[in-house]
């Protein structure tokens, strides 16, 4: 596609449920980085995937949150156990080489659990 | 530790006002700085910013790096109510890691 797409773009869940994000990125893009945005606050990093290296978990907060990058396009991040402080506004951005160099967003999934 | 520092935290100004926002930065291994507009969720890219003292123009907007100093100032002249958003800047590292700043809120009022 021409963008980041990301979905669903609104998910309301209960306390202790599982949820899935997902974020197909712009083709070609070989880096997907996964971001959460509370409300008020700046980007804080989640997760990176550069081609076929492993991935930068290193801004994960918990072992509830997982990712995964299939065939290098696709990315599902999973969130179990949601709790309250999981609300926030999730965003994915990918990347490319010279000028694609900079990041280029989704429209980010709003999560809310109940 | 890696980090980039934005000031002010928010902003209230006329429409036409000019306005001047901050980014330090203490990064490892800089390669370059990028600027961005937040009005609802999606960041929209600005400016890339790699060498020093060159200015980035688009319209009203302007940036300027200074790499020395390391910090980036982004000017906006002749405010309008739709300048009205959270501006991000970032430093990407040499090993594609960006590091965000907690950006500056700006309300251009009529």
């Known amino acids: 596609g021409a963008g980041v797409s990301q979905s669903p773009s609104n998910k309301v869940t209960e306390k202790g449920k599982d949820v899935e994000l997902r974020c197909d990125p712009i083709s070609g893009h070989t880096a997907l980085y996964w971001y959460r945005q509370s409300l008020g606050q700046g980007l804080e990093f989640l997760i990176y995937f550069q081609g076929n290296s492993a991935p930068d978990k290193s801004g994960l907060p918990s072992d509830r949150f997982s990712a995964e990058r299939t065939g290098g396009s696709v990315s599902t991040l999973t969130i179990q156990r949601t709790q309250q402080e999981d609300s926030a506004v999730y965003l994915c951005?990918?990347?490319?080489?010279?000028?694609?160099?900079?990041?280029?967003f989704g429209s980010g999934t709003q999560l809310s659990v109940l | 530790e890696d980090k980039v520092v934005q000031s002010p935290l928010s902003l209230v100004v006329h429409e036409g006002d000019t306005v001047t926002l901050n980014c330090s930065y203490e990064?490892?291994?800089?390669?370059?700085l990028l600027w961005y507009k937040q009005e609802k969720k999606a960041p929209t890219f600005l400016f890339m910013l790699?060498?020093?003292?060159i200015e980035k123009k688009s319209g009203r907007l302007s940036s300027i790096l200074d790499k020395k100093e390391l910090f980036s100032i982004l000017n906006i002249t002749a405010t309008q109510t739709g300048d009205s958003a959270i501006y991000l800047c970032?430093?990407?590292?040499?090993?594609?890691?960006?590091?965000f700043g907690t950006g500056t809120s700006l309300t251009v009022i009529p």
């Open positions: 951005a990918s990347s490319g080489t010279g000028l694609n160099e900079k990041l280029f």
């Open positions: 790699t060498s020093s003292g």
């Open positions: 970032a430093v990407r590292q040499g090993g594609n890691q960006f590091y």
């Open positions: 990064v490892t291994n800089f390669r370059s």
